[in-house]
């Protein structure tokens, strides 16, 4: 009886024994995180500032309004997703003369645009390049309402910025924008005279509601 004791003390130091000596599992490597997956759009709003050069403007026009954007795309890799922009900015009391603010004007942008994420952060760069549009509505006459004169210019746009995904669920984030979207529109006709190579320059901060 002794002895069968002694056999199964000895058994279980020995099974303790190679217990001990086996190597404790390793954990699995994270993968990195991948911001946004398949199909994606965002859409979202802010304030801008236009700045408005022309080839005989004594001064560079300056204006303020409100901008909104749309962006819809698909995922080349990890780190890069491609979309298409549409942007906007609305300015009710737009003048090509610093003492004139009776004029609507609409500029935008329509682009190809990639946003490139460096790390594993949801901090990313954007650039683009695709078409721009602007629209202009004056007052023909200032005694009679709904005598606007309406006159609108395209070109080439371009656009550059960053951002942060600041993600809510797997599907869902909020991102922060800042960005420049630069429009080459061309001459615009208004009443009584033309204004040649018009550039608008639109700065814009904005927050935007993202579906990956």
Same mark, same amino acid.
């Given at each position: ?8 003390? !000895? ?17 699995? *490597? ?8 398949? !199909? ?59 003492? #004139? ?10 682009? *190809? /645009? ?8 949801? !901090? ?24 606007? /004169? /309406?006159?609108?210019?395209?070109? *080439? ?16 984030? *909020? ?11 061309? #001459? ?7 204004? #040649? ?12 509601? /993202?579906?990956?």
């Amino acid at each position: 009886m002794k002895r069968v004791l002694w056999l199964l003390a !000895l058994g279980l130091c020995c099974g303790s024994a190679a217990v001990a000596q086996e190597p404790a599992p390793t954990a699995p *490597i994270p993968r990195p995180k991948r911001h946004r997956s398949g !199909l994606w759009g965002e859409l979202g709003s802010g304030p801008g500032y236009v700045r408005v050069a022309c080839s005989d403007c004594t001064d560079v026009i300056g204006a303020s309004g409100a901008t909104s954007y749309l962006r819809i795309g698909g995922v080349i890799s990890r780190n890069v997703v491609i979309g298409v922009e549409i942007f906007s900015l609305l300015d009710q009391t737009f003048g090509f003369a610093s003492q #004139d603010s009776n004029a609507v004007a609409e500029t935008g942008t329509a682009t *190809i /645009t990639l946003l490139w994420y460096p790390g594993k952060s949801g !901090l990313f760069f954007k650039g683009g390049v695709g078409a721009a549009f602007g629209e202009f509505s004056v007052p023909s006459d200032s005694t009679n309402v709904g005598t606007d /004169t /309406t006159s609108s210019g395209g070109g *080439i746009g371009m656009t550059f910025g960053l951002g942060y995904d600041f993600p809510i669920s797997r599907k869902f984030a *909020i991102t922060a924008n800042a960005a420049a979207f630069v429009t080459a529109l061309g #001459d615009v006709v208004l009443p009584g005279h033309n204004v #040649d190579d018009v550039i608008a320059t639109v700065y814009q901060l904005s927050i935007g509601f /993202t579906i990956r």
